[in-house]
């Protein structure tokens, strides 16, 4: 089930702040979100008192609105565009999920295959980045590789790096969701000294990680769909 979750809003209220060495004071607006506490909006809090807030780590500070994740850790809540997240690893799969991030509702039936079709054409590395993983030490950390390579990624693909373009940006997200298993599979490979298999895109997105990680040249792998689904979840 959905709960709303919109953007911090603007309300009739506000926080005064007084300097009690010269007793001015200055009046800023508060925000009140769906969830989660108040916040105070400080944004013009150095060009009006010419001071800055010291809050290490972000302790007491909101860096953004955000409409997309609301995190509670203490009380173990995570929304995903006002979703709980035990809803939907319960009732959706990954690609439901990404969908969700990037679109704002879950997709209809129609909407999943496009969204499958867009993934899927986007599985597949650049011949010459697969070239990249050899120049890591077998026993690099496969963290450290797959940052190497994702960082490499902006080098072979130059139609998607204007941030100001949403097309741009959304192609940048497909391929990124769709070649995460590709780069973090063949970083595994890499470190077992294995041959790199390619991406089968008859296959789901979780069924082709596994068999990404898993499958040799010497026999047929077949996906345990136990392990599968517990990958989605």
Request: proline share 6%; hydrophobic share 35%.
């Amino acid at each position: 089930q959905k709960k709303d979750v919109d953007p911090a809003r603007a309300v009739r209220h506000s926080f005064t702040l007084t300097d009690n060495e010269t007793g001015e004071s200055w009046e800023f607006p508060t925000l009140h979100g769906a969830l989660g506490p108040k916040v105070i909006d400080i944004r013009n809090l150095y060009s009006q008192a010419g001071i800055f807030t010291y809050d290490p780590g972000f302790t007491s500070t909101a860096s953004c609105s955000s409409e997309i994740t609301f995190i509670d850790g203490e009380a173990g809540v995570l929304l995903h565009r006002g979703y709980t997240i035990a809803d939907l690893a319960k009732n959706t799969d990954y690609m439901d999920v990404c969908y969700l991030l990037l679109h704002g509702d879950l997709p209809s039936p129609e909407e999943k295959l496009e969204f499958d079709g867009d993934i899927n054409r986007h599985t597949m590395l650049h011949e010459q980045l697969v070239r990249f993983y050899s120049g890591f030490v077998r026993s690099a950390h496969p963290m450290a590789i797959m940052v190497g390579v994702v960082g490499a990624l902006s080098a072979f693909y130059h139609d998607s790096t204007n941030i100001n373009d949403p097309l741009q940006r959304m192609t940048a997200a497909h391929r990124l969701i769709a070649k995460m298993p590709t780069i973090g599979a063949y970083a595994f490979k890499y470190s077992l000294g294995q041959p790199f298999p390619y991406p089968n895109n008859e296959l789901t997105y979780s069924e082709n990680l596994l068999r990404l990680m898993f499958s040799t040249p010497s026999q047929e792998y077949e996906v345990n769909p136990i392990l599968a689904r517990a990958i989605e979840q």
